[in-house]
C-alpha cells in the first residue's frame, strides 16, 4: 500500500541518482522544434518512440497518436482507467521547443544535450516544457509503484506545436471530448513567482497580436524638397500610437482595458513577490498602469506592446520621406475583457481622431484568457497539497502574465485548471542558453508526487 512520504522519497531518488536526469536527457536531445519545418518528423519521434513507450511501461497507460486537424504537429492521447466512480485527471504538457538557435548558445552549450554547470541545467525544453512534462510523469510513476495504484484514473495530452500557436488543438480537443473529459486539468508550465517557491496558477492572459499601417504613396520623396508640404506616415503613425498607450505604457482608450480587479484577485496578488533571477530587469514603478501594484499589472491588467516598427530603412536611411510605415502590436490581456472587440474599437478610434489613413488588421489569430474561480474546490485541494509537502503556503496566482492555450481546457472541455509551474522567469526559454534549476526540479518532484497522491486519496 504504501504512504505519501514513500512516494515522494521515490522521486527524490530518481532525481538524486541521476535516472531522472537520464529521461530528460534522452528527450532533450530529440530535437523536436515545431518552428523549423524540415524538423517535423521530430516532432512525430517525440512522441511516437519516447513519450508513448514510456507511458505504457512506467504507468501502464493505452496510447494512440493522431494527426492534426490542421497543418501542425501530431498528438498523442493516453489513458489509465482504474474504476468508473473515481476522479479523472487530465495531465497536459508540450513535447515541442522553438528553435534551437544552435549558433548563439554560449560556448561549452549546445541546445540539444543537458550541460550542468552547478545548478543550472542548460538545454532547450529543459524548462520549456519537456523538463516540466517529464516532473509530472516521473511523479505519477512515483505514486503507481508506491500504492499499487494511482486511485484516480488518467488521461494525457501531449501536443506538439504549441510554439506555433497550438494551431489545431482547439478542434482536436472539440472532436475528441469523450477521449479528454476529466474533472480537472493539472500541467505545468511557465515560471513560478520566485525559483524557490511553489506556484500555482489557475489561468493567463490572452494575447492578440496586429499591425497598424500606413501606405501614403509610391516611393520616397527628397525630404528637404517635399517636407512640410507631404505627410510622413511614420510622424503619423507614432502620434496615432500615442493615443493608444502613453509614453508610461498607460492604456489610453478605454475600450482596451479590462473590467475592474475583484478584491479576491487583490489579495492573492498582495501575497506575492515576484523574482526573476538574476539578470532580469529591473521593475520600474513608474512604467505601466497609475493605481496599480506591479503584480496587478502584470497579472490582472492588460496591457499594449509595441514588438517591432518600420518606417524607411533603418539600417541604411536615406533623406527621404518614407512611402509608408508599419508597426506589430500586442495586448495582453485578462479574464472578463472583450477581445474580440478590441480591433474594430481601435480602427474606429483612430477614425475618429484624423488617421483615417491607418489600417488595423490582426496579424494571427488571438489566444483567449481564463481563470478558473479562486474558490473552486480544487484550487484548495492543490494549495492544500503542497503546502503539506513543504510546510507552506505556496503563491497563488490568478492569472500567469503570460499566454497558453488554457481556454481549451476550460471552454472546450469544461474544466477546472490548476498549473504547477516548475521553471522561473530567469530560464531564458525561446532565447539561446535556456535552462532549468535543478533545485526547483527536485522540488517540482516532490510537490506533484504529494499532489497527486492526494488526489488518489480523495476516494478512499
Not at 28 to 39: A, G
Not at 41 to 49: K, T, W
Not at 117 to 131: I, M
Request: glycine residues 10%; proline residues 7%.
Amino acid at each position: 500500500m504504501g504512504d505519501r512520504n514513500g512516494a515522494i522519497a521515490r522521486v527524490e531518488d530518481a532525481f538524486d541518482t541521476g535516472a531522472f536526469f537520464d529521461v530528460l536527457n534522452a528527450r532533450i536531445k530529440i530535437e523536436s522544434t515545431s518552428q523549423e519545418p524540415e524538423r517535423a518528423s521530430e516532432l512525430a519521434r517525440y512522441l511516437h518512440e519516447n513519450i508513448g513507450p514510456a507511458l505504457e511501461a512506467d504507468l501502464g497507460c493505452t496510447w494512440e497518436v493522431f494527426p492534426n486537424p490542421v497543418d501542425a504537429g501530431p498528438l498523442l492521447i493516453a489513458e489509465r482507467h482504474e474504476g468508473d466512480s473515481l476522479p479523472t485527471v487530465l495531465v497536459y504538457g508540450h513535447g515541442d521547443t522553438v528553435r534551437g538557435q544552435d549558433e548563439s548558445w554560449r560556448d561549452g552549450l549546445k541546445p540539444w544535450e543537458i550541460t550542468v554547470e552547478g545548478d543550472r541545467w542548460y538545454g532547450r525544453g529543459t524548462a520549456d516544457n519537456k523538463g516540466q512534462h517529464t516532473i509530472n510523469f516521473a511523479a505519477l510513476a512515483a505514486v503507481l509503484q508506491e500504492r499499487g495504484s494511482l486511485g484516480f484514473n488518467l488521461r494525457v495530452l501531449v501536443e506538439t506545436g504549441e510554439e506555433m500557436g497550438s494551431k489545431g488543438l482547439r478542434e482536436f480537443a472539440a472532436a475528441n471530448k469523450d477521449k479528454l473529459r476529466a474533472d480537472v486539468l493539472i500541467a505545468s508550465d511557465g515560471p513560478r513567482v520566485q525559483a524557490d517557491r511553489p506556484t500555482i496558477f489557475l489561468g493567463s492572459r490572452g494575447n492578440t497580436n496586429f499591425s497598424l499601417t500606413i501606405n501614403a504613396r509610391d516611393g520616397g520623396h527628397h525630404s528637404g524638397n517635399w517636407g512640410g508640404l507631404i505627410s510622413n506616415p511614420a510622424v503619423q503613425l507614432v502620434n496615432a500610437i500615442s493615443t493608444l498607450v502613453d509614453g508610461k505604457g498607460r492604456l489610453q482608450l478605454d475600450a482596451l482595458k479590462p473590467p475592474p480587479i475583484s478584491n479576491a484577485v487583490r489579495a492573492a496578488l498582495a501575497d506575492l513577490e515576484v523574482d526573476g533571477g538574476p539578470g532580469a530587469p529591473v521593475i520600474e514603478p513608474e512604467w505601466g498602469a497609475a493605481g496599480l501594484t506591479p503584480n496587478e499589472r502584470v497579472f490582472a491588467w492588460n496591457t499594449l506592446e509595441i514588438l517591432a516598427m518600420e518606417a524607411g530603412n533603418p539600417a541604411a536611411p536615406v533623406n527621404a520621406i518614407p512611402p509608408s510605415a508599419m508597426a506589430v502590436c500586442q495586448i495582453r490581456f485578462v479574464a472578463g475583457s472583450d477581445y474580440e472587440a478590441f480591433l474594430p474599437a481601435i480602427q474606429a478610434h483612430l477614425v475618429a481622431n484624423g488617421y483615417d489613413m491607418i489600417e488595423a488588421a490582426p496579424t494571427r489569430g488571438a489566444m483567449a484568457a481564463t481563470r478558473t474561480p479562486l474558490d473552486d474546490p480544487w484550487v484548495e485541494r492543490a494549495l492544500a497539497s503542497l503546502g503539506k509537502t513543504t510546510g507552506e503556503r505556496p503563491a497563488l496566482l490568478p492569472s500567469l502574465g503570460g499566454s497558453i492555450p488554457n481556454d481549451v481546457f476550460t471552454d472546450t472541455l469544461g474544466m477546472p485548471t490548476i498549473w504547477v509551474p516548475h521553471s522561473y522567469a530567469g530560464c531564458s526559454q525561446h532565447a539561446p542558453d535556456e535552462h532549468a534549476l535543478g533545485p526547483t526540479l527536485r522540488s517540482g518532484l516532490r510537490v506533484m508526487a504529494g499532489l497527486f497522491w492526494d488526489v488518489g486519496a480523495l476516494s478512499r
